[in-house]
């Protein structure tokens, strides 16, 4: 067997950090992955169970009913085809396993390969990379200000982004949008954190008008509800965009069995049919990171960007692993910024995803 030569899963490089903060005496206080722990909301939860009785193989494409809430939600959440004529296609949104799996092979469902080159930000979610490796593509990392390179076929944009926080605005988005087109590349904006934006800050959707100028011809937005909607466990997400290209990721899809459980795609449409629950996500974190930036700050960390999204991202001016391993030894489990890229190597990345009792009890041992 010749296995993709990957490389190792970061968050086992932990390990021992991980041991030094849970044996603080009043537990760990794990910030270091992004993973809700706030309930499903009801609704939500009553649609996935209703649904039980599905013995039959769902549909890929995913139920009618599923589409036109996932266009519906975006229009509504975040203007993107809120108009009449700027209307998104229904037909062009397909249902993914979580994002992950459609971040990791979107390069292969694309068809790219050696010779091309898959693009992503400097500071990056790792599947970025994970995904040009596992087709064989050249990854590259591009920092906001830096040109694609020639080759490029792929450009993977992420605002707010894992692991910054930092918010491109539209025009920012747009400048991008040209680029890659001018070089025929698609571009995937993986927009998770989309409806998390952060007090007084405005993001904006790939899909929006005023960044694509009125044809959504080879852009891909990338939804997920594993943080909007509390539901990383029930892996649920979504790819929408230019028709032509959501049709062949179909067409892929289909033979090679990427398909979401007919009770998940219940569960979705109701959670993109309602906005309430994303309203009270958005009030939770924003309470979160007021407790918890204030608290770093104080504790000698520089914040950086981290206005919107899950994450803050903080340094002591040190190699971030001598930071992992001071806050684990005050019961704080964070990240090292490594992870995500060479550029972060003086950043650590702290995740809002704990409960309100387990921030609070993290901004009293910063103080301590
Ligand atoms: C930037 C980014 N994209 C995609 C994902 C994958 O999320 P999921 O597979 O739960 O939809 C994550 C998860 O943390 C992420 O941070």
């Known amino acids: 067997m010749r296995f993709p030569a990957l490389p190792d899963f970061p968050w086992d490089s932990l390990t021992a950090a991980a041991a030094v903060a849970r044996s ?25 169970g209703a649904a039980w009785d599905s013995p039959g193989y769902p549909q890929t ?38 994002s992950k799996e459609l971040v990791a092979w979107l390069p292969t469902l694309l068809g790219l390969g050696p010779g091309d080159v898959v693009a992503f930000p400097d500071l990056a979610y790792p599947t970025y990379e994970v995904g040009a490796q596992l087709a064989g593509v050249e990854p ?37 949008v040209e680029e890659a ?26 899909l929006d008008p005023v960044v694509h100028g009125g044809s959504v ?34 067409q892929v899809r289909k033979h090679a069995g990427m398909i979401v459980p007919r009770p998940v795609q219940e569960a979705m449409t109701v959670a993109l049919r309602d906005d309430e629950h994303v309203a ?37 001016d040190e190699p971030c692993r001598a930071t992992v391993d001071r806050l684990a030894g ?11 890229g060479p550029a972060g190597g003086a950043h650590v990345r702290v995740a809002l995803t704990a409960s309100d009792e387990r921030i609070a009890a993290a901004a009293e041992r910063l103080a301590g």
């Open 280 to 316: 009270a996500t958005r009030a939770r974190y924003d309470a979160r990171r007021d407790v918890l930036r204030p608290a770093l700050e104080a504790a000698g960390l520089r914040v950086e960007h981290s206005r919107a999204g899950l994450y803050l991202w903080a340094t002591a």
């Open 61 to 98: 494409w995913g139920t009618p009913a599923l589409r036109e809430a996932a266009v519906g939600a975006l229009a509504r959440r975040h203007g993107a085809g809120r108009t009449e004529g700027e209307a998104l296609d229904p037909d062009a949104v397909l249902p993914t396993i979580g």
């Open 140 to 176: 590259a990392r591009v920092g906001d200000d830096e040109p694609l390179p020639d080759g490029t076929r792929l450009v993977w944009l992420n605002s707010p982004s894992n692991p910054t926080g930092r918010v491109l605005d539209a025009g920012a988005l747009a400048a991008r």
């Open 330 to 340: 005050r019961g704080i489990l964070v990240a090292p910024g490594e992870f995500y």
């Open 181 to 206: 087109r001018a070089l025929g590349a698609v571009v995937a904006s993986d927009e998770c954190y989309l409806a998390l934006p952060g007090r007084g800050v405005v993001t904006t959707s790939v």
């Open 24 to 48: 603080h005496p009043d537990g760990v206080v794990d910030l270091s992955v992004g993973t809700p722990v706030d309930p499903v909301p009801t609704a939500i939860g009553d649609a996935l």
């Open 217 to 250: 011809e080879g852009l891909l937005a990338v939804h997920s509800l594993s943080k909007t909607s509390n539901l990383a466990g029930y892996r649920a997400g979504l790819v929408l965009g230019d028709p032509h290209l959501v049709a062949g990721l179909l």
